[in-house]
């Protein structure tokens, strides 16, 4: 029997579809449970198809998931020469940039879209060069960013105009070329404010990038040229002209009125401040009120909160104020236990996960909603430390998911324990002349013991350190790595 068209006759959601037996044996039960009540209510004189429909109603309850995209976003991507260094060390070209972020790509690699900021010209042709504060990146890092997972990047920030206009529009020409989408700028100031659409499992979702700050710089004088979507805060734009906040909501209705689903990526707040600036929590409640689902902030290279919000069409929203670091060298010198927490705060990273999700709600419609929502904390690993001290000869500079190395540590520490089981005298493991003191443990395995405690101390403190300033609502566990044979 066709359920679907069965479904519709008898006043059940066209979405829900019965199949096999069990779902046939569900329903007759339903159908005859219906009808008992049915015979009943007539015999009492009521309105029995009034009564059966709302029976009917409860029988397959709505909304039905009819379909879902899934995202994993994170932070800013800065090359500083240690990071370069750390690739190199990885390997050659895209395989040593690829390197970088081999612990965390299985999480971008089982979304659908994997975001980051990408806070670099990447313009060999057009370079002036890097330093502090001027960044440039060899065209081996998109690559490397798509290889691991990464299917479109933000490239509005206050650093896209370091190697100039010409660096700005190179760098667009090397994202087409690798394959990246990118969001926040135009080929043309007519264009400008446009967003990115992108499609799959028959949801459409928007991307609408935008940056708040441009480092003293402005857009090209020839409106011809590509340009940045660039929305200064009043009185700090530098003398640039950007637009303004009716200008930014307008288009944000624009876009929203082109897809099912709409990111904002913007690039705003103070830099290493642990809460964004109160106009921003503003402007964020405004532009999902203007039809977006999800704001994803960055710039600060801390963690600030994340928030969810109903707007007052009844749609539940999310705010990531600031994803923090994806990729960078900043707090490289950090010792836990030795300096104030807030040193490390550059470290502390994290991915954020959501879904859109097409659902039907029968007689109210089709929507595409937010659903699924998730963090991954992570640490920014840097071994700055140990090379200084000798203890190390290559840089080790990227993203780990604390959730997944803590319980390695703690299997660690459990294996350790066990070798002092003495076997004739001696620690398992132990030479037959190695001294043992009264710990039951080698000195080498003392000094492991104390390596390891120390270091899932620290991730234990930053974990708590990254879940205190977002909160702990949405935390996950990380995705299982598959088993190797």
């Given at each position: 029997?066709?359920?679907?068209?069965?479904?519709?006759?008898?006043?059940?959601?066209?979405?829900?579809?019965?199949?096999?037996?069990?779902?046939?044996?569900?329903?007759?039960?339903?159908?005859?449970?219906?009808?008992?009540?049915?015979?009943?209510?007539?015999?009492?004189?009521?309105?029995?198809?009034?009564?059966?429909?709302?029976?009917?109603?409860?029988?397959?309850?709505?909304?039905?998931?009819?379909?879902?995209?899934?995202?994993?976003?994170?932070?800013?991507?800065?090359?500083?020469?240690?990071?370069?260094?750390?690739?190199?060390?990885?390997?050659?070209?895209?395989?040593?940039?690829?390197?970088?972020?081999?612990?965390?790509?299985?999480?971008?690699?089982?979304?659908?879209?994997?975001?980051?900021?990408?806070?670099?010209?990447?313009?060999?042709?057009?370079?002036?060069g890097s330093k502090a504060f001027l960044f440039e990146a060899p065209v081996?890092?998109?690559?490397?960013?798509?290889?691991?997972?990464?299917?479109?990047?933000?490239?509005?920030?206050?650093?896209?105009?370091?190697?100039?206009?010409?660096?700005?529009?190179?760098?667009?020409?090397?994202?087409?070329?690798?394959?990246?989408?990118?969001?926040?700028?135009?080929?043309?100031?007519?264009?400008?404010?446009?967003?990115?659409?992108?499609?799959?499992?028959?949801?459409?979702?928007?991307?609408?990038?935008?940056?708040?700050?441009?480092?003293?710089?402005?857009?090209?004088?020839?409106?011809?040229?590509?340009?940045?979507?660039?929305?200064?805060?009043?009185?700090?734009?530098?003398?640039?002209?950007?637009?303004?906040?009716?200008?930014?909501?307008?288009?944000?209705?624009?876009?929203?009125?082109?897809?099912?689903?709409?990111?904002?990526?913007?690039?705003?707040?103070?830099?290493?401040?642990?809460?964004?600036?109160?106009?921003?929590?503003?402007?964020?409640?405004?532009?999902?009120?203007?039809?977006?689902?999800?704001?994803?902030?960055?710039?600060?290279?801390?963690?600030?909160?994340?928030?969810?919000?109903?707007?007052?069409?009844?749609?539940?929203?999310?705010?990531?104020?600031?994803?923090?670091?994806?990729?960078?060298?900043?707090?490289?010198?950090?010792?836990?236990?030795?300096?104030?927490?807030?040193?490390?705060?550059?470290?502390?990273?994290?991915?954020?996960?959501?879904?859109?999700?097409?659902?039907?709600?029968?007689?109210?419609?089709?929507?595409?909603?937010?659903?699924?929502?998730?963090?991954?904390?992570?640490?920014?690993?840097?071994?700055?430390?140990?090379?200084?001290?000798?203890?190390?000869?290559?840089?080790?500079?990227?993203?780990?998911?604390?959730?997944?190395?803590?319980?390695?540590?703690?299997?660690?520490?459990?294996?350790?324990?066990?070798?002092?089981?003495?076997?004739?005298?001696?620690?398992?493991?132990?030479?037959?002349?190695?001294?043992?003191?009264?710990?039951?443990?080698?000195?080498?395995?003392?000094?492991?013991?104390?390596?390891?405690?120390?270091?899932?101390?620290?991730?234990?403190?930053?974990?708590?350190?990254?879940?205190?300033?977002?909160?702990?609502?949405?935390?996950?566990?990380?995705?299982?790595?598959?088993?190797?044979?």
């Amino acid at each position: 029997m066709n359920w679907e068209m069965e479904g519709r006759q008898q006043g059940f959601s066209a979405g829900a579809k019965w199949t096999g037996r069990s779902g046939q044996l569900t329903r007759n039960r339903r159908w005859l449970a219906a009808g008992a009540t049915v015979l009943a209510i007539a015999a009492l004189g009521l309105w029995a198809g009034f009564h059966s429909r709302r029976n009917a109603a409860a029988v397959v309850p709505y909304p039905h998931e009819i379909a879902q995209l899934s995202f994993a976003v994170a932070g800013d991507v800065i090359p500083h020469e240690a990071v370069r260094a750390a690739a190199a060390a990885g390997g050659d070209g895209e395989q040593g940039w690829a390197a970088l972020f081999s612990d965390v790509a299985d999480v971008f690699h089982g979304a659908d879209f994997g975001f980051v900021n990408l806070e670099t010209p990447v313009a060999p042709i057009h370079s002036k060069g890097s330093k502090a504060f001027l960044f440039e990146a060899p065209v081996v890092l998109p690559e490397a960013l798509k290889a691991s997972g990464i299917k479109i990047v933000s490239f509005a920030n206050n650093h896209v105009m370091d190697q100039g206009w010409a660096g700005f529009a190179e760098t667009r020409d090397h994202l087409r070329e690798t394959g990246l989408l990118f969001s926040g700028t135009s080929d043309n100031a007519a264009q400008a404010w446009q967003p990115v659409i992108t499609e799959g499992n028959g949801i459409k979702v928007g991307w609408l990038g935008m940056t708040r700050w441009l480092n003293g710089n402005r857009n090209p004088d020839d409106a011809a040229q590509p340009h940045v979507n660039f929305f200064p805060y009043p009185g700090e734009s530098g003398g640039a002209p950007g637009a303004d906040e009716a200008t930014v909501l307008a288009a944000v209705k624009a876009a929203r009125a082109q897809c099912d689903f709409l990111v904002i990526s913007i690039h705003w707040g103070i830099e290493y401040s642990p809460a964004p600036r109160p106009e921003d929590v503003d402007i964020a409640h405004k532009m999902l009120e203007a039809g977006a689902s999800v704001v994803v902030g960055h710039h600060p290279h801390v963690l600030q909160p994340v928030e969810t919000y109903r707007t007052g069409d009844g749609r539940d929203t999310l705010i990531f104020y600031s994803l923090g670091n994806f990729l960078s060298n900043q707090s490289r010198t950090y010792v836990d236990g030795l300096m104030p927490d807030t040193n490390g705060d550059p470290r502390d990273e994290m991915i954020g996960l959501f879904s859109a999700v097409r659902k039907d709600y029968g007689p109210g419609g089709i929507r595409v909603e937010l659903g699924h929502v998730g963090i991954l904390p992570m640490w920014g690993e840097n071994n700055r430390n140990e090379l200084a001290a000798g203890r190390e000869k290559k840089t080790v500079i990227k993203p780990l998911l604390i959730d997944r190395e803590i319980p390695v540590l703690q299997k660690d520490l459990d294996e350790i324990e066990l070798s002092r089981i003495e076997v004739g005298g001696k620690p398992v493991g132990a030479a037959p002349n190695e001294p043992v003191d009264s710990s039951g443990l080698t000195a080498e395995k003392q000094k492991e013991f104390i390596e390891v405690t120390k270091r899932l101390k620290l991730l234990t403190d930053r974990r708590a350190q990254i879940l205190a300033r977002v909160g702990d609502d949405y935390v996950m566990a990380p995705p299982k790595l598959p088993v190797k044979p």
